[in-house]
């Protein structure tokens, strides 16, 4: 998307995630069972649909649009690495992408690891964060 990127480089066990202005989650089942979140700052999320966009369209248009994009975009990253998870991703199933805006955090609970890393831009950043059945450092 022409889009200038630099990655954190490394995962981060967390206990609480700070959510942007949109998030989407994914739900990752069968052989593997945990939530993908994608988080965006509201600035790179436009600049990002504006890539989706040919011709002109209007602010209600747009909109929607915005919040398909946040779903592709989220789509996209889960499907180009279902081969790096156990089994190839064989097994595995995917919920369609849901959404949100305006969600504040999500804390975790007993039970569940959290692993978070950014993907920093000129126009703001995503976060990226699973949440499953796993705790520590080295879980990812």
């Known amino acids: 998307m022409e889009i200038k990127t630099m990655c954190e480089g490394q995962f981060h066990s967390v ?3 700070e959510l942007k202005k949109y998030t989407t989650v994914i739900g990752i089942g069968g052989t593997l069972n945990c939530l993908f979140y994608t988080t965006y700052d509201e600035l790179l999320l436009d600049k990002l649909t504006q ?3 040919f011709g002109e369209i209007d602010k209600e248009e ?3 649009l915005r919040e398909s994009a946040a779903g592709e975009i989220a789509n996209t ?3 180009h690495s ?3 998870f156990p089994n190839r991703g064989y097994g595995v199933t995917l919920t369609p992408p849901s959404t949100i805006e ?3 955090s999500i804390l975790n609970t007993e039970g569940t690891g959290m692993i978070t890393t ?4 000129p126009y703001g ?3 990226f964060t699973i949440i499953g059945p796993f705790k520590g450092e080295n879980c990812a």
């Open 77 to 79: 990253i889960i499907g």
């Open 118 to 121: 950014s993907l920093f831009t």
């Open 125 to 127: 950043n995503i976060e």
């Open 51 to 53: 890539k989706f966009i």
């Open 82 to 84: 279902i081969t790096d």
């Open 15 to 17: 206990n609480k995630i």
């Open 102 to 104: 305006d969600a504040k």
């Open 62 to 64: 747009f909109l929607a």
